[in-house]
């Protein structure tokens, strides 16, 4: 077993540093030099030549396969970027509505091209009513998926979609694919989510949906839950992965008893649940180190986690070597691998420190209790020992709370899970049982959000990386956890000098972040938020932020608000939405339900009833947030800040009637004019006197229709920001460019810089 852990781990570790270190061309190159280090190896005695041979021959399969794999599949496919043409598909899985367009998984079936994985992309919403198994041909524009705005991306290669492609015609049914059965999963998963709403509530059927198929199409619709569960960390639940294969099985175990019938029963039930869940790297991770120790069982061989671990990673990447690249697969093994290697001991050292500091006894309720407590927190903690840096890197933030938040909820959820199914099994057979058991089981869902969004909601419940001084405090953890293990000394690990460390060091970031900020009259900063736009302007110990938008992939109320909540602000005095266009405020509903903000300025204009501006104001009534529409110009105070808001004038379009702001700030002056063209440029000259600035936020993320030449001659800006990110529309125009180069402004672009922030001193 041992030695299938050094191929397996050898090759898997090449296939990552193939996907993250070693470029195309190099890849071969680099095998062939370890397949001499290979031979070599046969110099050296005993074991270490049997594993320094498996190794390097191992590790060399996975750069030569990495690189066969992106010749064979991935490079064919890139050839037919932007190609139009009338195709032939197979559809793998049922449409998914997403609002705006309907998102079809499909595969390309074409004669003479290559038979790939496809998103295709419905914004006419005429593939709603297809199904896994239908064989349609349809118009479509095809694009590389490796790229988007001639930008390498990874995320769908790391699922194993080559291709996107939009549709530019409705599509028509060919036929039924011969081997249809097949997507009996597919079908049955369906049915599950049916059985779902009609048993459970509507109010927890979402979140039941997302538990037992790993669907969250409806739960991502709660925008409030969704954010109290990534701030208590408890989205793990909703990622089906090795929680639910464990809870699947010891279902069925309660079902058959232990032995061999029941192994015989849950591999293929394990099997049948991965393809109905999607088959995500984290449950085909569970499932299949399920599977060999149920092999392992029937067989009564000896069974070895690591040697499963590396066996299952390896089989992943032999399946798609991209994967390497799915943060989904990366927290799998990471968490489970950290599990492996520090919950036991963890659980140890809590139990034997807590056992001794309170004198109790092996036997007994209070060593059950312990055992109880000590292995859920130690579960977690082991789990977050190698993901939690992959958690900071991905999603800039960590959870503090979800050790308590897991070990209040996890029970309540299995029984939840387990329940789940006997009601859709049973309510298929009798509904009035289904209902009943629905109605019942909704008070456990009822029960675990009300701890996530009581926990989630804590102060310091998350905390962010984004500040430099929280990843700094990070990486000091784990110095200290090392150490303080390193020099335990004979008395064992004592858990209370690393936590009280890290708590200190942890108050410190906030101290040094607010004196740092505090010691500013003005911190303006313009987030990276892609093609969009999102403004922080902070003074003393409170903010106002500028428009809250951008593609949806970039998610700017998330990114607005890690932002403020890694500052460590208690709240924002308002939002001011120069006008309500996506790019501008589809971020806005998610900031108001993660921060505090005590009003919200929108224009006031009537002739808009945009569905995003209903998403924005109900959340804003539900958080309680003032809103008022600006009819006139005001004036708004903040800190040392001084806002002059300048009421929309009358235009045709939605950008010319949004709302412009110029702030002064001591000898610091600045204009923001949203998405305003040079007619309303020039209205706003002839409004009032604009003073000479500092700062323009230049217009329309620089487009040739913004920033005249009027404008830049009344402001004589010294500096000037563009928000923009990749796009199809050009921005920022070249003209523009030109027009600020030859008024001798000093540009900074978002795209280029991230996230810019200058400061004015005291």
Request: hydrophobic share 45%.
């Given at each position: 077993?041992?030695?299938?852990?050094?191929?397996?781990?050898?090759?898997?570790?090449?296939?990552?540093a193939?996907c993250?270190?070693i470029?195309?061309?190099?890849?071969?190159?680099?095998?062939?030099?370890?397949?001499?280090?290979?031979?070599?190896?046969?110099?050296l005695?005993?074991n270490?030549?049997?594993?320094?041979?498996?190794?390097?021959?191992?590790?060399?399969?996975?750069?030569?396969?990495?690189?066969a794999?992106?010749?064979?599949?991935?490079?064919?496919?890139?050839?037919?970027?932007?190609?139009?043409?009338?195709?032939?598909?197979?559809?793998?899985d049922?449409p998914?509505?997403?609002?705006?367009?309907?998102?079809?998984?499909?595969?390309?079936?074409?004669?003479?091209?290559?038979?790939?994985?496809?998103?295709?992309?419905?914004?006419?919403?005429?593939?709603?009513?297809?199904?896994?198994?239908?064989?349609i041909k349809?118009p479509?524009r095809?694009?590389?998926?490796?790229?988007?705005?001639?930008?390498?991306?990874?995320?769908?290669?790391?699922?194993?979609?080559?291709?996107?492609?939009?549709?530019?015609?409705?599509?028509?049914?060919a036929?039924?694919?011969?081997w249809?059965?097949l997507?009996?999963?597919?079908?049955?998963?369906?049915?599950?989510?049916?059985?779902?709403?009609?048993?459970?509530?509507?109010?927890?059927?979402?979140?039941?949906?997302a538990?037992?198929?790993?669907?969250k199409?409806?739960?991502?619709?709660?925008?409030?839950?969704?954010?109290?569960?990534?701030e208590?960390?408890?989205?793990?639940?909703?990622?089906?992965?090795?929680?639910?294969i464990?809870?699947?099985?010891?279902?069925?175990?309660l079902?058959?008893?232990n032995?061999?019938?029941?192994?015989?029963?849950?591999?293929?039930?394990?099997?049948?649940?991965?393809?109905?869940?999607?088959?995500?790297?984290?449950v085909?991770?569970?499932?299949?180190?399920?599977?060999?120790?149920?092999?392992s069982?029937?067989?009564?061989?000896?069974?070895?986690?690591?040697?499963?671990?590396?066996?299952?990673?390896?089989?992943?990447?032999?399946?798609?070597?991209?994967?390497?690249?799915?943060?989904?697969?990366?927290?799998?093994?990471?968490a489970?691998a950290?599990?492996?290697?520090?919950?036991?001991?963890?659980?140890?050292?809590l139990?034997?420190?807590?056992?001794?500091?309170?004198?109790?006894?092996?036997?007994?309720?209070?060593?059950?209790?312990?055992r109880?407590?000590?292995?859920?927190?130690?579960?977690?903690?082991?789990?977050?020992?190698?993901?939690?840096?992959?958690?900071a890197?991905?999603?800039?933030?960590?959870?503090?709370?979800?050790?308590l938040?897991?070990?209040?909820?996890?029970?309540?959820?299995?029984?939840?899970?387990?329940?789940?199914?006997i009601?859709?099994?049973?309510?298929?057979?009798?509904?009035?049982?289904?209902?009943?058991?629905?109605r019942?089981?909704?008070?456990?869902?009822?029960?675990?959000?009300?701890?996530?969004q009581?926990?989630?909601?804590?102060r310091?419940?998350?905390?962010?990386s984004?500040?430099?001084?929280?990843?700094?405090?990070?990486?000091?953890?784990?110095?200290i956890?090392?150490?303080?293990?390193?020099?335990?000394?004979?008395?064992?690990?004592?858990?209370?000098?690393?936590v009280?460390?890290?708590?200190?060091?942890?108050?410190?970031a906030v101290?040094?972040?607010?004196?740092a900020?505090?010691?500013?009259?003005?911190?303006?900063?313009?987030?990276?938020?892609?093609?969009?736009?999102?403004?922080?302007?902070?003074?003393?110990d409170?903010?106002?932020?500028?428009?809250?938008?951008?593609?949806?992939?970039?998610?700017?109320?998330?990114?607005?608000a890690?932002?403020?909540?890694?500052?460590?602000?208690?709240?924002?005095?308002?939002?001011?939405?120069?006008?309500?266009?996506?790019?501008?405020?589809?971020?806005?509903?998610?900031?108001?339900?993660?921060?505090?903000?005590?009003?919200?300025?929108?224009?006031a204009?009537?002739?808009?009833?945009?569905?995003?501006?209903?998403?924005?104001?109900?959340?804003?009534?539900?958080?309680g947030?003032e809103?008022i529409?600006?009819?006139?110009?005001?004036?708004?105070?903040?800190?040392?800040?001084?806002?002059?808001?300048?009421?929309?004038?009358?235009?045709?379009?939605?950008?010319?009637?949004?709302?412009?702001v110029?702030?002064?700030?001591?000898?610091?002056?600045?204009?923001i004019?949203?998405?305003?063209?040079?007619?309303?440029?020039l209205r706003?000259?002839s409004?009032?006197e604009?003073?000479?600035t500092?700062?323009?936020?230049v217009?329309h993320h620089?487009?040739?229709?913004?920033?005249?030449?009027?404008?830049?001659q009344?402001?004589?800006?010294?500096?000037?920001?563009i928000?923009?990110?990749?796009?199809?529309?050009g921005?920022?125009?070249?003209?523009?460019?030109?027009?600020l180069?030859?008024?001798?402004?000093?540009?900074?672009?978002?795209?280029?810089?991230?996230?810019?922030?200058?400061?004015?001193?005291?």
């Open positions: 077993m041992r030695k299938l852990a050094w191929a397996a781990g050898s090759f898997s570790a090449a296939v990552f193939a993250y270190l470029p195309g061309k190099w890849r071969l190159i680099a095998a062939g030099i370890l397949l001499l280090i290979g031979a070599t190896g046969f110099l005695r005993g270490m030549r049997r594993r320094v041979f498996l190794a390097a021959c191992f590790a060399a399969l996975g750069l030569s396969w990495t690189q794999h992106h010749l064979v599949f991935i490079a064919p496919a890139q050839e037919l970027d932007g190609l139009d043409t009338v195709a032939a598909f197979r559809v793998t049922y998914q509505d997403c609002g705006n367009y309907t998102l079809v998984q499909a595969r390309l079936i074409e004669a003479g091209m290559p038979k790939a994985r496809v998103s295709l992309y419905d914004y006419s919403h005429t593939s709603d009513k297809l199904s896994p198994g239908d064989l349809a479509v095809l694009r590389s998926a490796t790229t988007r705005y001639d930008e390498e991306i990874w995320s769908y290669t790391s699922r194993g979609v080559f291709l996107t492609g939009t549709l530019l015609d409705a599509p028509e049914t036929g039924q694919w011969n249809q059965f997507n009996f999963p597919k079908q049955l998963g369906k049915l599950l989510k049916e059985q779902v709403q009609r048993f459970f509530p509507e109010d927890v059927a979402p979140l039941m949906c538990l037992l198929t790993g669907d199409t409806a739960l991502y619709q709660d925008t409030r839950l969704c954010i109290s569960m990534q208590a960390g408890l989205m793990h639940i909703v990622a089906v992965s090795g929680m639910h464990a809870f699947l099985v010891s279902f069925i175990r079902l058959t008893g032995g061999k019938p029941a192994a015989m029963v849950c591999i293929p039930v394990i099997v049948l649940f991965i393809a109905m869940t999607g088959g995500s790297p984290s085909v991770r569970a499932g299949f180190m399920q599977i060999f120790l149920l092999f069982a029937i067989l009564r061989a000896e069974s070895d986690d690591a040697t499963s671990l590396c066996a299952v990673l390896a089989l992943l990447l032999l399946c798609n070597p991209q994967s390497a690249r799915s943060t989904s697969l990366q927290l799998s093994f990471a489970i950290g599990i492996m290697l520090f919950s036991g001991r963890i659980f140890q050292a139990y034997d420190w807590a056992r001794k500091l309170f004198r109790i006894k092996r036997k007994g309720v209070l060593s059950l209790l312990l109880f407590l000590f292995s859920s927190l130690s579960s977690t903690l082991g789990a977050l020992s190698i993901s939690a840096p992959i958690i890197l991905t999603f800039e933030n960590i959870s503090l709370i979800s050790p938040t897991n070990l209040l909820t996890l029970s309540v959820i299995s029984v939840c899970f387990s329940g789940g199914l009601c859709c099994i049973i309510g298929a057979v009798f509904p009035f049982l289904g209902t009943a058991l629905g019942l089981l909704a008070w456990g869902l009822r029960y675990v959000e009300f701890i996530v009581g926990l989630g909601s804590a310091f419940a998350c905390v962010y984004v500040n430099p001084l929280v990843a700094v405090w990070l990486v000091l953890v784990y110095v956890l090392a150490l303080c293990w390193v020099f335990r000394g004979k008395r064992g690990f004592r858990p209370t000098v690393p009280c460390a890290s708590l200190c060091l942890l108050m410190a101290l040094f972040t607010r004196l900020d505090n010691r500013d009259a003005l911190r303006f900063t313009a987030l990276d938020v892609g093609q969009g736009q999102s403004l922080v302007l902070q003074s003393s409170d903010a106002v932020v500028i428009d809250c938008g951008g593609p949806e992939s970039e998610s700017a109320g998330e990114t607005a890690n932002y403020l909540e890694s500052r460590f602000l208690r709240g924002v005095s308002a939002l001011i939405l120069t006008h309500v266009h996506a790019d501008h405020a589809n971020g806005a509903a998610e900031l108001l339900w993660r921060v505090p903000i005590g009003t919200l300025i929108l224009p204009d009537k002739q808009n009833d945009s569905a995003l501006l209903g998403e924005i104001l109900a959340a804003a009534n539900a958080r947030t809103v529409y600006l009819e006139q110009d005001s004036i708004l105070t903040v800190g040392d800040l001084e806002l002059t808001l300048f009421a929309p004038a009358a235009g045709d379009q939605t950008n010319e009637r949004g709302i412009a110029l702030g002064k700030c001591k000898d610091f002056d600045f204009l004019t949203g998405d305003m063209g040079t007619e309303g440029e706003l000259l409004h009032t604009l003073p000479q500092e700062l323009l936020v217009g620089g487009s040739r229709y913004s920033t005249g030449d009027e404008l830049l009344q402001l004589r800006p010294e500096t000037a920001i928000s923009v990110g990749n796009n199809n529309s921005h920022p125009h070249a003209e523009t460019l030109a027009r180069s030859a008024n001798g402004v000093k540009l900074y672009r978002t795209d280029h810089s991230g996230n810019i922030t200058l400061r004015v001193s005291r």
